[in-house]
């Protein structure tokens, strides 16, 4: 039998009495000292033992000592960082402004969620016309003095008379729903307790709506009447279909179709979904069964209902994608094509005012096309920069339809379009004290490990020197098709102002260049998105844009599972690393909050063929005793309802028993944020402050002599 004592064991215990030397003249004691309680599983011969398995319980005594210990202890480092108060007062201009969100149009009136400036929190409100004045509908700020609390809406009734919207705390994944009658601004007695709710759609005559709702068990799709309890919501599908059980993996929510003939149900199995099948029922034929248009076929697929067709976007038999013309009963074979695969992939689509609205990205870039619904040319949505747009938003039979545009160095602007003339207005423009001109964006290629050209963006001042003296900031994600296009962050523009540089490189595991982009960073092959990042990061230090002192990373989620990699693969590439939401332990992820939904893209420990590949690259089990770690800042709270902190706290435990470079290893626990939007502007702020300052003090000393915020209005 094979015996792995792994180094979280070896490690385990506490640290050994060090002076911790921050940058800019910033001392810390030995981190606080955290007990070691080894726990050893085997895994299909292989012993592996965990010193730091009681972290998992985040309700513990113990545990909950710990959070206490490390955030009093971040606290002291925070506040030696001499620059924080600055970033504080330069982050308020940016951040705190007014936003809008892409308006829902219903009746000839727009609804939507807006924030002014000073405020917390987005509210929801209606206009009724393109230059109506805007009416506030809903305020959170008047719903609870906890300025964490945000309302979203869910959907809109076909007439405009009612809103269903979600109430949540703070960053969490589960949401309340509640109806609001417009006209009265009453919000009637119909609700739903907070839950995971994956669709919330009204019924075309408004007398119901419909809701999909996923727990460990699976999703259920329910209607629910207005004006009855909600233990009355009958069940209208679930648990199974043909005799195929729906697990917890599998997700969907409803949809019905601009005409409301149909119920649409898209089923994506698993996340990023490995299969996805689409159901309809007719509803003009009440309790008719749901039909197939698409059933068992290991690709993705996603239909709109307009003019009496089925119009299907698919990779099946193409990666990049494709538009269809689809036919229930018939193999996706015999289906005509509207518009074929081509060299860039589909990135997004939409039916407005009766065209085709494709987005493709060429080179990670947003490019629009226009086609009649028989697949001709219609023309293009041109853009005059790098950027990226969303897709257009409206239904197939509006005459208007809306997109926002943006970059790194570019607030998003939001644009509607007249699909009969193209002609382009401005809905909404936010006024951030931040001047574009100053500063270029440019994309670079450079050669992975295997020689795969990797595409990345560059963002810096224009004129800035490339002497490898500069701090440079590099995020990335690396996985789930998810594709990083150039998008605005009042936290990366400050690091701009300040005269830093900033890089994002697009890694495999994306959907940047179609489902083989995504594919060559799956399962075993994971390690290729990391040697992307190492070889990004060469890239930059060879060509002068900055040197491993000045080098700062920074990623979330499965891009914190990227930062893991690059602290224990190679971490004398870089200066400073800040890890948020992290999937660090990958043994044992799938076993907590959603992270089952996740085995579709890393595998599972559980199963013999892939632990060996998920031990090699897990951050959490290789770790070294004595490394010379860079300074690091492990970033969550107990509202990330999606990745477990049970990650970060591990791996600050174990971080900072291993590392002898006397360099920072720090805990920021949030008690209100969590792995999704909700926390209020001032706390989004603070914890961006934290981020900025403590990358910026550790990639060298501020060199700041006026505040850039101030001097670019």
């Known amino acids: 039998m094979k015996f792995l004592l792994a180094l979280v064991a070896v490690i385990g215990g506490t640290c050994t009495a060090q002076t911790i030397h921050g940058r800019d003249g910033i001392t810390l004691p030995s981190p606080p000292p955290v007990e070691a309680d080894p726990v050893t599983d085997n895994y299909f011969g292989t012993k592996i033992t965990d010193s730091y398995r009681w972290l998992e319980d985040a309700n513990s005594t113990r545990t909950r000592a710990f959070i206490d210990a490390e955030n009093a202890y971040t606290s002291r480092y925070l506040k030696q960082a001499k620059i924080r108060n600055q970033i504080l007062d330069d982050l308020d201009p940016l951040e705190n402004v007014s936003q809008t969100t892409t308006p829902i149009e219903r009746a000839g009136s727009l609804f939507f969620e807006k924030r002014l400036g000073g405020e917390q929190q987005f509210s929801i409100y209606v206009r009724h016309g393109f230059t109506g004045k805007d009416e506030r509908l809903i305020d959170p700020a008047a719903m609870s003095r906890d300025p964490n609390t945000s309302v979203s809406i869910q959907d809109v009734s076909r007439d ?4 269903a919207y979600g109430l949540k ?7 309340g729903i509640h109806v609001l009658e417009v006209k009265t601004k009453k919000t009637l007695e119909d609700e739903l307790p907070a839950a995971r709710y994956t669709g919330i759609e009204f019924a075309p005559d408004g007398k119901s709506f419909y809701y999909a709702r996923n727990d460990k068990t699976g999703t259920l799709l329910f209607q629910h009447v207005m004006g009855t309890r909600a233990s009355k919501d009958s069940l209208v599908f679930g648990r199974e279909f043909r005799g195929e059980p729906l697990g917890p993996s599998d997700l969907f929510g409803p949809r019905i179709t601009d005409d409301g003939r149909y119920m649409v149900i898209q089923i ?3 996340v990023p979904a490995r299969r996805v099948d689409i159901v309809f029922r007719d509803l003009s034929k009440p309790g008719s069964p749901f039909d197939v248009l698409v059933w068992t076929l290991d690709a993705r697929f996603s239909a709109i209902w307009t003019h009496d067709k089925w119009f299907v976007k698919t990779d099946y038999n193409a990666p990049n994608g494709k538009i269809l013309v689809g036919d229930p009963g018939v193999m996706p074979e015999a289906w005509k094509t509207i518009v074929p695969e081509g060299s860039d992939v589909i990135q997004s689509w939409n039916i407005v005012g009766g065209k085709l609205y494709v987005n493709r990205l060429k080179d990670v870039k947003t490019e629009t096309a226009v086609y009649t619904l028989d697949g001709r040319a219609a023309g293009k949505i041109d853009y005059d920069e790098i950027g990226s747009a969303s897709t257009l938003a409206g239904k197939t039979t509006d005459r208007y339809g809306f997109f926002t545009f943006q970059s790194f160095i570019r607030p998003p602007t939001i644009y509607r379009v007249d699909t009969t003339t193209g002609k382009r207005d401005i809905f909404f423009q936010p006024k951030v004290p931040f001047e574009t001109g100053e500063y270029e964006l440019k994309q670079v290629f450079y050669n992975s490990k295997d020689g795969t050209r990797i595409p990345m963006f560059i963002a810096g001042k224009k004129g800035l020197e490339q002497d490898g003296t500069e701090r440079l900031l590099m995020t990335g994600y690396g996985g789930f098709q998810v594709a990083v296009t150039p998008a605005w962050s009042p936290a990366y523009a400050w690091w701009l102002q300040e005269g830093g540089w900033f890089a994002v490189p697009n ?10 982009w995504h594919e060559q960073a799956m399962f075993d092959k994971k390690q290729n998105v990391f040697d992307d990042w190492f070889a990004a990061a060469q890239y930059l230090i060879d060509n002068k844009y900055t040197s491993p002192e000045h080098f700062a990373i920074s990623g979330r989620s499965n891009g914190g ?4 990699a690059a602290m224990t ?5 870089f200066g400073a690393i800040w890890c948020g939401y992290p999937l660090l332990d990958m043994l044992r992820y799938q076993k907590f909050k959603v992270g089952h939904y996740w085995t579709t893209e890393y595998g599972s420990a559980d199963k013999e063929k892939d632990f060996p590949y998920l031990l090699k690259y897990s951050p959490y089990h290789n770790v070294k005793e004595g490394a010379d770690y860079p300074a690091i800042m492990f970033f969550t709270g107990d509202n990330d309802t999606r990745v477990d902190p049970l990650h970060a706290r591990k791996m600050t435990a174990l971080m900072q028993a291993a590392s002898k470079s006397g360099r920072p290893i720090l805990l920021h626990y949030s008690v209100s944020g969590g792995h999704s939007n909700g926390v209020s502007v001032d706390q989004q702020i603070q914890d961006d402050a934290d981020e900025l300052a403590f990358l910026w003090t550790e990639t060298g000393s501020p060199r700041r002599t006026s505040s850039p915020a101030k001097n670019s209005k």
């Open 160 to 163: 405009g008379a009612l809103i």
């Open 169 to 175: 705390e703070g960053g969490a994944d589960e949401n």
């Open 268 to 270: 994506n199995r698993g």
């Open 507 to 516: 890694l495999r595991g994306g959907d940047e260049y179609g489902e083989h």
């Open 561 to 564: 599972l990227l930062m893991g």
């Open 569 to 573: 693969q190679h971490p004398e590439l």
